[in-house]
């Protein structure tokens, strides 16, 4: 029993040793479940710039493609949880468990909450030979053209597709919709006239807007937005769609079992590198909000992640779209 005793003493002191001195000389490995060169491969990237001085070690990335991004979800839920393997991911962390009916992780279990980082409005957009020229006439349009109209998005499972899922149900129109290999196919269709709509991040719409290239009509935030040349949009929530609010958001994760002041020497570095001037800057050239609330602490971020997993799975479920 002695012996047992001091060998769990040992193992105590070892943890809170490697607790203050982490992250020292080893890197810390942010896994982004998406191809590099993506947005959130870019957020990932500066938040990483942003977290070295901070954290005060190294910050690396590694993209980890694949289903969806849960390959990279079940990377980090089954890594050695010391704080060295982080999960850098966005709103699939809240609807991965509806459009996959088999998973390998459970997303409020499996993983230690950090803090989210920002979020990225969604634009509601048309082919630019529409006829409405604002909301309320497009709102005829759609009555008029039931059972002919057509909602690009960039692919099963991306934020275009589940916003035009949560867009049909709340207008209570069916719509048929086109799914392409990312944003790029979609827009050079929706440009052409080739399809009529798409909700798409505005990261990827701001400059086909401005250039007059698609006709917008609202937003989905639950406020207008400051960004320019989209400050006269109004937001669906106003233009009678009540609740409409879609973002897409990015959060910061650890294995389940990480030790607590790891995490919390992690969440104090993020909430600084939220600050860092540099980071605000790449993130305002996104067109991305950095979150500013309690959701950049750890219980408040998985609340927020659980109401939108309550959002997302009857949307998902009753459009009867799955992505296995």
Not at 183 to 190: V, W
Not at 294 to 322: D, M, S
Request: proline share 5%; charged share 20%; aromatic share 6%.
């Amino acid at each position: 029993m002695k012996h047992l005793i001091t060998a769990v003493a040992l193992a105590a002191l070892s943890l809170g040793a490697s607790a203050q001195t982490y992250p020292g000389d080893k890197p810390v490995t942010i896994i982004v479940p998406f191809a590099a060169g993506g947005p959130t491969d870019k957020v990932a990237r500066d938040l990483a710039e942003a977290l070295r001085k901070p954290l005060g070690g190294q910050v690396i990335i590694e993209n980890v493609a694949g289903a969806g991004g849960t390959l990279g979800h079940t990377k980090v839920a089954k890594a050695n949880p010391d704080g060295y393997t982080l999960l850098l991911a966005h709103v699939a962390m809240a609807t991965a468990p509806a459009l996959y009916r088999k998973m390998q992780y459970d997303a409020l279990t499996d993983f230690e909450y950090l803090g989210m980082i920002n979020e990225v409005p969604m634009t509601l957009i048309a082919r630019p030979s529409l006829p409405a020229t604002n909301y309320a006439e497009l709102t005829k349009w759609l009555d008029a053209n039931k059972g002919k109209i057509n909602l690009a998005n960039a692919g099963l499972g991306s934020a275009s597709h589940l916003c035009g899922l949560l867009f049909q149900q709340s207008v209570k129109i069916d719509m048929t919709t086109v799914p392409y290999k990312g944003t790029g196919p979609a827009m050079t269709d929706l440009i052409g006239g080739q399809v009529d709509l798409m909700c798409d991040q505005s990261t990827n719409t701001t400059g086909q807007i401005t250039a007059g290239k698609v006709k917008a009509y609202a937003v989905t935030t639950s406020k207008r937005l400051t960004t320019d040349g989209l400050k006269s949009l109004p937001t669906l929530n106003e233009a009678g769609l009540k609740g409409f609010n879609v973002t897409i958001w990015h959060g910061l994760y650890a294995p389940k079992g990480t030790p607590k002041a790891v995490l919390d020497k992690v969440n104090s570095a993020l909430k600084t590198a939220l600050k860092d001037a540099d980071f605000v800057k790449h993130e305002e050239a996104l067109g991305a909000d950095i979150i500013t609330d309690a959701r950049v602490n750890p219980a408040e971020h998985k609340k927020f992640v659980e109401a939108e997993l309550a959002k997302w799975g009857p949307v998902i479920k009753a459009a009867g779209q799955y992505a296995d």
